[in-house]
């Protein structure tokens, strides 16, 4: 049986809150705002910091000329280590995307909860968690001890720490697919894979998009790794394999524990160049996610 309806509902409706719950929600929208500028405020002095120490430093030379060969040489620039972040990068996402949507595919549509499928997902948890300097470390020990030092040893370091976050976000995308389409789509009589290519990969396609660029953001930014890889190099390298290789976190550590101004403050504008590309990403990744809602 329905409850009985109110006898008056006007009246339930126009009684007003107790002051008991009102000063109650007025006190936790005051704890939400603190809680948000406490978070924010590290954030926004860091961000200003490296603005106003970095946009002294940046021009047009800092963007298209190399490092000096002395720290304590005033201009030049991080053109050698942007280089070489574009070349490990591009390496990297070329390895790692393809694979990691491969295996998203695999875990969503085809081995869903068998063992394999377990494994995969447990060493993705592990993967994303584990600290970025035991990956530079097993790539020095396999790669670097008998090849030496250069680009696709850093590429390798950067598409294993790429990896496990292109396959969960991936994961989490395809299972956002309604079923409906996929039931029309073998209705239509296409087998698994058709269904995959044609229907939920579309359909998907904004979402694994905000997970790739979200992981090239973390790779563009990583160091530690890349120490134990790619060791640096002053001048412009293209060379893949048995030279020492620059990128901007390299150049930027160095620059920044150098005793010379000069080195410092190139420091402080590849920090900000580096800001803005990560920066770029994420914003590019935002709209992607954006769309993915639109589009649901």
Request: hydrophobic share 55%; no cysteine; aromatic share 8%.
């Amino acid at each position: 049986m329905s409850a009985p309806a109110p006898k008056d509902p006007g009246r339930l409706q126009g009684r007003r809150p107790s002051p008991r719950r009102v000063w109650g929600d007025r006190l936790g929208t005051l704890a939400m705002l603190v809680a948000t500028v406490l978070v924010l405020l590290p954030v926004g002095m860091i961000l200003f910091q490296i603005a106003q120490k970095g946009l002294g430093t940046m021009s047009w030379e800092f963007l298209t000329q190399a490092m000096p060969y002395s720290y304590r040489k005033i201009g030049g620039g991080f053109f050698n280590a942007l280089v070489g972040t574009a070349i490990m990068v591009g390496l990297a996402t070329a390895v790692a995307v393809p694979l990691g949507v491969l295996a998203a595919i695999y875990l969503t549509e085809y081995g869903k909860k068998n063992l394999l499928a377990t494994l995969i997902r447990f060493f993705s948890d592990v993967m994303t968690g584990v600290p970025s300097i035991f990956v530079g470390l097993f790539v020095y020990t396999a790669f670097v001890l008998p090849f030496g030092f250069g680009a696709v040893m850093g590429a390798a370091a950067l598409a294993i720490i790429m990896l496990p976050i292109v396959v969960r976000s991936t994961e989490e995308m395809l299972k956002l697919v309604p079923r409906e389409l996929k039931d029309a789509s073998y209705a239509l009589g296409a087998g698994t894979w058709q269904t995959t290519v044609r229907v939920v990969l579309p359909s998907a396609l904004p979402g694994i998009t905000t997970g790739v660029l979200l992981a090239v953001a973390r790779a563009a930014g990583e160091t530690a790794p890349l120490i134990l890889t790619t060791l640096g190099a002053i001048e412009i390298v293209t060379k893949l394999v048995g030279a020492p290789i620059s990128a901007l976190p390299l150049a930027i550590f160095d620059g920044a524990r150098s005793p010379f101004a000069a080195g410092q403050e190139r420091a402080w504008a590849g920090a900000l160049e580096l800001l803005l590309i990560v920066l770029v990403f994420t914003l590019l990744a935002r709209v992607a996610a954006s769309r993915s809602r639109i589009s649901r």
